[in-house]
DNA sequence: AATGAATGAGAGTTCATTCAT
DNA sequence: AATGAATGAACTCTCATTCAT
């Protein structure tokens, strides 16, 4: 009697197969209503299982949300002339609140738990200030270069800068339309268009 | 037999001082830690009194939410000339992020849990809505009476105030040195200096 | 239509009776095995009520094994010529030993804990102590009053005495017979016989 | 394709090197605080490889204590003149005590889980009752060839002896200074000084 | 209007055991 | 002979909610 055995689902890394599902589940229900046993489920094993991979719920999220983290900076990663740097990091942010509102929906879960867990306020603060000096840079070298007139504060545009964006795009729901809105003004404010 | 009651030590509005109490706990807390338990408790009463008031802990915390986004619209009831107007709005922000940090952080839990309760992202959208429609009439009014120079596109500089004044406010940790750039920048975005 | 309403168990004292029961537990089955689900439904009531009593495991273990100590060092005050004292504690022991040997497991599983829980071991030593010291101090009576003769040593008879019941009654399963030769031998060793 | 095997590191006796482990965890920590996989760990290898040698926990369980057993019995085996051999057997447990407590700490478990476990049941019973049956046998011998005086209850003395050194050696925690006094009082009591 | 007591449903976590390789 | 991965069953503990008084 032949036995049709259904192959394992081919599990080559179900660590990270669990940090995504668990990542779904954030963005979906917030750290509120993330449960071990539903991460397990959406992946297709045991909770016994996950707890094989992740000792504790706590220890999973810090993978998940250094898994967004590394997401977000990423796509943060840009090439070509500085004026042009910074219209795509423009557009590359705007892309990212369309394709991926999740990240920005984990993000703000994140950035509120950063208040309370110092393990998170880390992680949170490293990608805040990382992307303040990335603005900070981009804004420098376009003055120096010429391509944007200066004089100008730059630490308080790229505050201005990381500000809006964040208030835009974290802040739910995102609306593409002031999303929109703000960036384009924000361009103009900074003498890009 | 006449029973002696003892008069309850204090109970002008029993459901004022829970919603109180409950406020100050997710300004705490979040959302998350809020227990109904220690909220009774913080207000010196047993559980089962508080759903007495309260049947749901949803309701408990629409009502939260409700007072929250009160205090917070009448922040934004400002008087004088209309540029006056305008500073004072920002003045506003500014102190009510220094003094009572606690409305943010209950707005932005607030924010979070919009995406995902109808009931509170129509209490959130009001708030968000009216916010704009106030920076919005501001401007049309200081352009209109000459205070501002025009012509400028009102919906987006609306847009960017209240973008990036949430974002500097309500992402924690609330960093006063760059909420204080934030603000004096968007300033001199919109003219006021 | 009457509806017959069952009357509540008539609970006067839960939390007297869960720790009843969790000492019948521990009897039958020894800290390994026991269960606050099974604790709790032994006294016919939910996990959580057994939780409202007493907030962890450790907590009620802790008082259960006070119950018994407590229990045990009752059996000891004696009264009466102190010759008689002596006879009147052994048979004290025997009839503890025939007919409530649950409290000598009780205090095995208790005595093995002690080596490994300081919390434990602070309420054992205590009742040994105790017990070895009343031992001592009515052999000395009785030598003193010329009830028994001298001299000899106490200290040593009293380690002998409590060493060879605590073997006899504590280390399972306990004999009757071999108790009745370990307390006749004893009573002829001190001269009682 | 010739496969090259690397040999086991060690593996002249892997069962016995778990026993071995176990042996010394449950001294350590009780039947309550074993665990398979620390015993494994202890070992060096996997826990599924411990499953291979002992289908189940109770399995490795009951060759501990067979092990232990052993150990005991291996020690109570004297020679030379019968008065001789009394005291040397007194003078092997407290040595045994001495230097290797933990046996006793395992006989301990053993009694108090022999009143749950017919398994264990037969061995301990096996063991107490060789032991009492060599100290009765000594005994009689001394009697027999003159070395000490008769008559006396030989039933009762082996009991009192037995009943004696597991309270003072069995029960936790062994101090050493009763443990003495008691063996002393011992040997007065049956003539051997 | 208030409470002590009670509970159902579920949370995260643990552990001996199994199985494919 | 050995293992990494997986699991079922169970455990303690939590919490919003209810109910008799």
């Known amino acids: 009697m032949p036995e049709e ?18 990542y779904r589940q954030i963005a979906d229900v917030g750290f509120e209503g993330l449960r071990t046993r539903e991460v397990a489920a959406a992946v297709g094993i045991n909770v016994a299982t996950l707890h094989y991979y992740f000792p504790t719920k ?5 993978d998940v949300l250094k898994h967004a983290m590394e997401r977000f900076r990423s796509t943060m990663r840009v090439t070509g002339p500085t004026i ?3 219209r795509s990091h423009f557009a590359g942010i705007r892309r ?6 999740e990240l920005f929906a984990v993000m703000g ?3 509120l ?4 867990d110092p393990s998170i306020r880390g992680l949170y603060q490293a990608t805040t200030t990382t992307w303040r000096a990335t603005v900070r ?5 376009a003055v120096a270069d010429g391509s944007l007139s200066g004089p100008r504060n730059l630490d308080a545009q790229a505050s201005l800068v990381v500000a809006s964006l964040m208030g ?3 802040v739910p729901p995102i609306q593409p339309e002031r999303l929109r809105e703000t960036v384009a003004e924000l361009e103009r404010t900074l003498g890009l268009r």
Chains 1, 2, 3, 4 share one sequence.
């Open 168 to 170: 835009a795009c974290m």
């Open 58 to 62: 706590e220890i999973l999220i810090r």
């Open 96 to 101: 990212l609140a369309r394709e991926e509102p």
């Open 84 to 86: 042009e740097q910074l």
């Open 113 to 116: 738990r950063s208040t309370r």
């Open 5 to 22: 055995k259904i192959p394992p689902p081919l599990a080559p890394d179900r660590r990270q197969a669990l940090v995504a599902a668990a």
């Open 137 to 141: 840079g981009l804004l420098a070298r």
């Open 109 to 111: 879960e994140l950035a």
